[in-house]
């Protein structure tokens, strides 16, 4: 598995790490769907703005999205630790043998 750091050089993005300590909204009950999305706003209150979810639908549920520490992530969802140094407005979609990556300026023009 690529590292964090080789993730961003490979994208061409400036790692912005996410700190250990900081929470990520994670949607738990959609954990074993594929594929695995990601995306990232600017970090506040604590948090470092990732958002990942399973399946191919998002909910507009409230309770969709579960607060976790950014260093418990690897017991969940180990595959997807490579992507978290990717800068605020990045987003990943992967599925076995699939990897996109891309910049979503709408997500950082709030």
Known sequence: ?????????????????SNANEKLGVAIETIGKLPINGLRHNPENGTCGWYIWCGKEISEDPDFFKPLHVSHLSEYLPEVEQYLSLPPGYRFLVAEGYEDVWHDSQLTSM
């Open 1 to 17: 598995m690529q590292s964090q750091k080789e993730t961003c050089k490979k994208f061409d993005a400036i790692p912005f790490p």
